[in-house]
């Protein structure tokens, strides 16, 4: 355990960010996998309205640095070209 003042209070800052970062990630996931079921169900509609509440969310993602930039540019291009698949 941390014995200086600033070190305890590191730690505290440190697993706030952690849960924070967690459900973020999560949240990111849910809204991807969302989008990828409505594609195997052949839902044009729904995978499109999927995606469009998807991509701000996996941009917000990586503004906060939970995820790279390229990371969430590769995702977003890759589920929108999975929807197109459909249509």
């Known amino acids: 355990m941390a014995n200086h003042k600033s070190a305890m209070k590191r730690i505290k800052q440190t697993a706030k960010r952690t849960e924070r970062n967690k459900h973020e990630r999560s949240t990111l996931r849910t809204f991807i996998k969302r989008v990828r079921e409505a594609v ?6 729904a995978a499109k309205a999927a995606l469009a509440v998807a ?3 996996i ?29």
């Open 40 to 45: 195997a169900t052949k839902d044009q509609e």
């Open 55 to 57: 991509i701000p969310v």
């Open 59 to 87: 941009d917000g993602a990586a503004t906060k640095g939970i995820i790279h930039s390229s990371n969430a540019s590769r995702n977003v291009s890759r589920l929108t070209k999975l929807v197109n698949t459909l249509g």
